[in-house]
Nanobody, 126 residues
Framework: QLQLVESGGGLVQPGGSLRLSCAASGFTLDYYAIGWFRQAPGKEREGVSCISSSSSGGSTYYAGSVKGRFTISRDRAKNTVYLQMNSLKPEDTAVYYC?????????????????WGQGTQVTVSS
């Protein structure tokens, strides 16, 4: 059964860091472009980052709002993609989801997904 499970969210003070994990089962995550998107109450869904498959070069993409602060990476052995989030701001507060695209390329930080997880809550507040 294909599944994506996010973890690592929590409450953090402004300026702090969190690392989100997206663990895949039922398929080889490295064959696909994998992305992160977030949904805050009352706001539209926002694509945050995406990493292309290793076979297509592993290119990474970031939304302008997180560029320079967030880093996406993958661990092939663990079948997991990570999102390292530094210098967090209150406006980063949202539920964060990881998703699988239908192919190896991201084509930007906001690709279409065919599968996604249940999300993990990130709250940035003092």
């Amino acid at each position: 059964q294909l599944q994506l499970v996010e973890s690592g969210g929590g409450l953090v003070q402004p300026g702090g860091s969190l690392r989100l994990s997206c663990a895949a089962s039922g398929f080889t995550l490295d064959y696909y472009a994998i992305g992160w998107f977030r949904q805050a109450p009352g706001k539209e869904r926002e694509g945050v980052s995406c990493i292309s498959s290793s076979s297509s070069g592993g290119s990474t993409y970031y939304a302008g709002s997180v560029k320079g602060r967030f880093t996406i990476s993958r661990d092939r052995a663990k079948n997991t993609v990570y999102l390292q989030m530094n210098s967090l701001k209150p406006e980063d507060t949202a539920v964060y989801y990881c998703g699988r695209t239908g192919g190896p390329f991201c084509r930007g930080p906001s690709p279409r997904f065919d599968y996604w997880g249940q999300g993990t809550q990130v709250t940035v507040s003092s």
